[in-house]
């Protein structure tokens, strides 16, 4: 079936700091890969996306490349604001249906 | 000029009451959803609608019924509410299917049962 599995938070970290959220996917087809991002008491914004293997999405900073080998699509950023504190998640496209299927969520705390 | 609006955005109602929850898009799109948030921030498909017509339904309880009355709107009608029903319903859209497609969502409706 089609399952996304991110890394446990919340991430802390200090202003500047690097982040990476780890993403991993089943491999099931060929699926387009995505990272959400939940501000508080908003909806899902899509962040950055990815349609095939060794493409790199990338958006405000934020990086992650479809790795096919890995079946990995991690979230990168080289220096994080405080502004950037929310909730990230990885999705799937499922196969053969309009859906998407999402990570459980990885919350992102950045203190000054 | 909101993408996807959903009204209300609280919503606080006793259990065994009937609520609906309404979305509409105006991005000309031809697909519409239904996305369920739980307390941890899971995020699980519900419905979705493809110019109108049902084409997934999760196991959602019978008590869930979904209605697309035109391309541009999906409203969520819910029945006898229970405890476990509490949670962010998130409507979204897209248009087309696979292949790269992006949803686009709403702000979200906080459903709490008393």
């Known amino acids: 079936g089609n399952s996304v599995t991110q890394m446990e938070g919340p991430v802390t970290l200090s202003e500047e700091a690097f982040l990476t959220i780890n993403c991993t996917y089943t491999?099931?087809?060929?699926?387009?890969l995505f990272w959400y991002v939940q501000y508080p008491g908003e909806g899902l914004q899509l962040l950055l996306k990815a349609t095939k293997a060794d493409d790199k999405g990338s958006n405000k900073g934020f990086e992650a490349t479809y790795r096919k080998e890995t079946t990995s699509f991690h979230l990168e950023k080289g220096s994080v604001q405080v502004s950037d504190s929310a909730v990230y998640f990885c999705s799937r496209e499922d196969t053969g249906r309009r859906a998407l299927t999402f990570g459980s969520g990885t919350r992102l705390q950045v203190q000054p | 000029d909101t993408a996807v609006s959903q009204t209300p955005k609280y919503l606080v109602t006793q259990m065994g009451n009937d609520k609906s929850i309404k979305c509409e898009q105006n991005l000309g799109h031809d697909t519409m959803y239904w996305y369920k948030q739980d307390s941890k921030k899971f995020l699980k498909i519900m419905f979705s609608y493809n110019n109108k017509e049902l084409i997934i339904n999760e196991t959602v309880p019978n008590r869930f019924s979904p209605k697309s009355p035109d391309k541009a709107h999906l409203n969520l009608h819910i029945n006898s509410l229970e405890l476990g029903d509490s949670a962010v319903y998130f409507c979204?859209?897209?248009?087309?299917?696979?292949?790269?497609?992006?949803?686009?969502f709403g702000p979200g409706t906080r459903l709490t049962v008393t």
């Open positions: 491999a099931t087809g060929y699926p387009s």
């Open positions: 979204a859209s897209s248009q087309g299917g696979r292949g790269g497609y992006e949803q686009y």
